[in-house]
């Protein structure tokens, strides 16, 4: 990076156990945000997507994808527009380290949502602008643990350090103490662009909208992922958890159809399906 001097964050071994996702109020903000200009142009990088693999939408943005994309752009400045609400927290921070030692300049556009995982990877932009509307979201690591007692005393023993170094990398950012920014992520503190740049997150907002982005697919995706983590808070192992999604909306998955219109009617169908499914379990 050309002009800030960031922290690396170590890399956490990833433990057994622990079920990492998006947040779901973050999910459901994300669900109507915006979508990803077309560009030829590799250092034009967009996150539009969960940190991590998704199974749900066939994709998700890892570390390995950003590691080939910065490969491929070489020593040449990158832009990276970002649009996420988050996700695993160690591809967060295998992404946040890539971007932090690319060896020229990056940029970092907030264009809809960067929250959670996603808020870290934008800490790594020399300059960091967002949206008029935009937010960002910052809260301590978090995932779904099953188990014993023993179980959940290993879960807080590998979120703890993670959650110091997220501290550590916001206050490096914002040249605020990291106990202030502590505070902040106990709280899952949600801001505008405008308290951003205030709290020195970002530098600038931008004078440009995003275009907004039909809602369709990405609502059923936001649908699942809520759904996945109720199932997981009740013990439901994910073997299970993926089965009984995948039956519930197999007749809904993007691209079933050849026809538009009746695709376009499936995902609605299983969107609905899954709300039910939803409100059910959360009586």
């Not at 071994?13 to 915006?34: C, F, H, I, M, Y």
């Not at 960002?136 to 188990?147: E, R």
């Not at 505070?183 to 909208?209: I, N, R």
């Not at 808070?233 to 691209?255: A, N």
Request: overall charge negative.
């Amino acid at each position: 990076m050309s002009l800030r001097t960031l922290p690396a964050i170590q890399a956490f071994q990833k433990p057994e156990g622990l079920t990492w996702d998006a947040p779901a109020d973050a999910l459901a903000r994300w669900s109507g945000a915006v979508a990803a200009a077309d560009s030829s142009d590799p250092a034009d990088i967009s996150i539009y997507d969960v940190i991590g693999e998704d199974p749900w939408s066939g994709g998700g943005w890892t570390a390995r994808r950003m590691a080939g994309v910065l490969r491929g752009v070489g020593n040449r400045d990158v832009m990276v527009s970002i649009n996420s609400p988050g996700g695993d927290v160690f591809e967060g921070i295998a992404i946040y380290n890539l971007l932090r030692e690319h060896k020229a300049r990056v940029d970092i556009r907030v264009m809809g949502l960067a929250a959670s995982a996603a808020s870290l990877i934008a800490m790594a932009g020399d300059q960091v602008t967002m949206g008029r509307g935009a937010m960002l979201m910052v809260h301590n690591a978090w995932g779904v643990t099953v188990g014993n007692r023993h179980d959940m005393e290993a879960a807080v023993a590998v979120l703890e350090p993670i959650d110091d170094a997220m501290a550590e990398i916001y206050a490096a950012r914002t040249s605020r103490p990291k106990k202030d920014m502590a505070k902040l992520m106990d709280a899952e503190t949600w801001m505008s662009s405008g308290q951003a740049v205030e709290g020195k997150f970002a530098d600038a907002v931008m004078d440009d909208a995003p275009a907004p982005e039909a809602p369709g697919a990405r609502a059923e995706i936001a649908a699942r992922h809520q759904l996945d983590v109720i199932l997981a808070k009740q013990g439901m192992p994910r073997s299970e958890r993926r089965k009984l999604l995948r039956d519930l909306t197999s007749s809904g998955t993007p691209g079933a159809a050849a026809d538009p219109a009746t695709r376009d009617a499936g995902l609605c169908g299983a969107a609905a399906e899954l709300r039910r499914l939803l409100a059910n379990l959360r009586g």
